[in-house]
């Protein structure tokens, strides 16, 4: 695809660990025009062909059903190849170049290999269709793979914008221990050592794009929600005129969401609440030790009191 003679696409990339927000805060700005909010697109293709973790869309059709989505699965895929062996090649090589351990490699390199070069030939593809099919300027992807993040800037014709976005690591923890649909458990260290893992290859990725990228807790989000959107907009050039919060509440329409918190097939009158403090009664003392301990140092520099809930003293924007 030759998008040459074309504005750059602008990307807005969310990174970080799972459970920490990018769900609800892709789909408020899903309802911002000119802006769609992918998901998490990385797992598309596994999604598709059943052999993912959900494969609805989240307008609530199967993936190969959806409108734009069986477009863009069929507009991507090589000539002669059916959809469960494009998909197990794509997961081939997701595997071998863009995890998270990859994201070093992948900056200080870039397009070194073939299959590093293939697969972002493929996200261009993809991301492209996205946009010639729903109008977007600006797609959202909440992957949160660094290794896919640090992919972008070779992407033809895409523009990437950076939010790293991190929750208290007890309140992920406590996130992981609740079985969600088509979400399993996770315990409290595993899911501390990944938020520690994924945190610190998203730094990098923030060191290496600093023009283009932004730190932001969930906790400043939940603090001044309307504030927090107005301001990413501002980042990645989108009209703030746009921004659908009223205070701390926002009407959501039906998305198409790939994958992510269960919570994306809501729709209508949605609240923000004001704490996300839950854990301080709910998760056990040796569970919140585990996620203080294994997240240190990045637990301190993050501005996490061991005590208690983060409390804000000022809203903190992008």
Request: aromatic share 8%; proline share 7%; net charge positive.
């Amino acid at each position: 695809m030759n998008t040459s003679d074309r504005s750059p696409l602008t990307i807005l990339c969310v990174t970080g660990w799972c459970r920490n927000g990018s769900t609800i805060i892709g789909n408020i700005l899903n309802e911002v025009p000119g802006v769609f909010h992918a998901g998490e697109l990385h797992f598309l293709w596994m999604n598709a062909v059943g052999k993912g973790s959900n494969s609805s869309c989240g307008c609530g059709r199967p993936l190969t059903e959806c409108r734009i989505w069986s477009e863009v699965l069929r507009a991507v895929r090589p000539a002669g190849l059916s959809a469960e062996t494009h998909a197990a090649v794509v997961r081939r090589r997701q595997l071998s170049c863009v995890r998270t351990r990859h994201t070093w490699r992948v900056l200080r390199r870039g397009l070194h290999r073939d299959d590093v070069r293939e697969h972002a030939g493929l996200m261009t593809r993809t991301y492209h269709a996205v946009a010639g099919l729903t109008g977007a300027r600006v797609i959202v992807d909440t992957t949160k793979i660094p290794g896919e993040a640090a992919l972008l800037p070779h992407l033809d014709g895409v523009r990437p914008y950076y939010v790293h976005l991190v929750r208290d690591p007890r309140a992920v923890a406590q996130s992981w221990s609740r079985e969600k649909e088509y979400c399993y458990v996770m315990s409290s260290p595993k899911s501390t050592a990944y938020w520690h893992g994924f945190n610190v290859a998203s730094q990098a990725i923030l060191r290496h794009n600093r023009d283009r990228s932004v730190f932001l807790r969930y906790e400043d989000f939940i603090a001044d929600p309307a504030g927090t959107i107005d301001g990413l907009l501002r980042f990645c050039g989108a009209d703030p005129a746009g921004n659908p919060m009223r205070g701390r509440t926002v009407e959501l329409r039906p998305n198409h969401t790939v994958t992510g918190n269960p919570d994306r097939f809501h729709a209508g009158p949605t609240f923000i609440r004001e704490r996300d403090d839950s854990w301080t009664t709910e998760l056990a003392w040796p569970a919140r030790l585990a996620a203080t301990t294994l997240s240190w140092p990045l637990f301190g520099r993050y501005g996490y009191p061991r005590g208690g809930p983060l409390t804000p003293a000022r809203p903190a924007h992008p």
